[in-house]
């Protein structure tokens, strides 16, 4: 059974900064890319960023590039996304996503096991 498991997520000002994580159980970690979506109500879920599994070259969407950064740390079997520079339009429910094999993707129909999600809330 794969679970993700995201955190870090909260109510900040613009400006600001937030680190998420996403903490995998249940498969090996290090032979997987990951990616982080986003969703608000009424909307698709949305491409953030995809990191493959040599974490080598991530691939970002332009609206946070130059702002967001992924990492992983296939030890401790977790991804983090930090965010700065944070923007109100940046609010929505974040889920980590695991795509088995070791290219990333920016669809999210590649991506087969998904974490229950993290409310980021940015106000101006």
């Known amino acids: 059974q794969v679970q993700l498991v995201e955190s870090g997520g909260g109510l900040v000002q613009a400006g600001d900064s937030l680190r998420l994580s996403c903490t995998a159980s249940?498969?090996?970690?290090?032979?997987?890319?990951m990616g982080w979506f986003r969703q608000t109500p009424g909307k698709e879920r949305e491409f953030v960023v995809a990191?493959?599994?040599?974490?080598?070259?991530?691939y970002y969407a332009d609206s946070v590039k130059g702002r967001f950064t992924i990492s992983r740390d296939n030890a401790k079997n977790t991804v983090y996304l930090q965010m700065n520079s944070l923007k109100p339009e940046d609010t929505a429910v974040y889920y980590c996503a695991i795509r088995p094999s070791s290219w990333r993707s920016t669809n999210n129909y590649d991506y087969d096991y998904w974490g229950q999600g993290t409310q980021v809330t940015v106000s101006s």
């Open positions: 990191i493959s599994r040599s974490g080598v070259n991530p």
């Open positions: 249940g498969r090996t970690f290090s032979n997987v890319a």
